[in-house]
C-alpha cells in the first residue's frame, strides 16, 4: 500500500477507522485542532481528560493532558504527542470563545458576532491556564524536532 492509499478517508463517518497506536505512519499533522474527535485511541485517552470550566478545572485538565503528553513522548508516540498538543490547543480555543463571545456564540443568524472585552471571567483564565501547557508542549525539543520529521516524512 503506498503512503497516500494509507491516508484515512475524512468522508467516512466522523471517525477514522484506524487504530493509529498500531499504524501511526497513517497519521497526520493537520493544521491546528483537526482531528481532534477523530483520531483513536489518543481521542478515547485524552478526552476525558478535557474541561475548561474555569481556572481549576482547566489546570487539572492541563496538567493531565501534559502527563500523556510526557507519556507518549517516553513511549515516542508522535501521534499522541500531537494529539496532546491539540487538545491543549483547544482547551485555549474554546475557552477563549466562551470568554469572547456570550454562551460561546461567536455567530447569530448566521453573521459573524463582534467579540465581547471578557464576557466570561472564569472561561478567560481557563484559557491562559491552557495557553501555559500549550506552550510548554510547542517549547519542547523533542515534539517539535519529531513533528517536523513526520511532516517531512509523511504529510
Known amino acids: 500500500m503506498s503512503e497516500e492509499d494509507a491516508r484515512p478517508n475524512e468522508t467516512e463517518g466522523p471517525e477514522y477507522d484506524v487504530d493509529f497506536r498500531a499504524e501511526p505512519v497513517r497519521y497526520r499533522v493537520e493544521r491546528g ?32 493532558i501534559y502527563e500523556r503528553f510526557c507519556a507518549y513522548r517516553r513511549s515516542d508516540e508522535f501521534p499522541g504527542m500531537d494529539m496532546a498538543r491539540k487538545y491543549l490547543q483547544m482547551g485555549y480555543t474554546r475557552a477563549m470563545r466562551y470568554a469572547r463571545y456570550p454562551g460561546g456564540q461567536k455567530y447569530e443568524d448566521g453573521e459573524e458576532r463582534e467579540p465581547e472585552r471578557w464576557v466570561d471571567h472564569d472561561k478567560r483564565e481557563a484559557a491562559l491556564v491552557f495557553e501555559r501547557w500549550w506552550a510548554l508542549v510547542e517549547a519542547d525539543e523533542t515534539y517539535t524536532a519529531q513533528r517536523e520529521a513526520w511532516r517531512d516524512r509523511y504529510g
Open 33 to 64: 485542532e483537526q482531528g481532534a474527535f477523530k483520531v483513536e485511541p489518543y481521542k478515547s485517552e485524552l478526552l476525558p481528560l478535557w474541561g475548561y470550566a474555569d481556572r481549576e478545572t482547566a489546570d487539572e485538565a492541563g496538567e493531565a
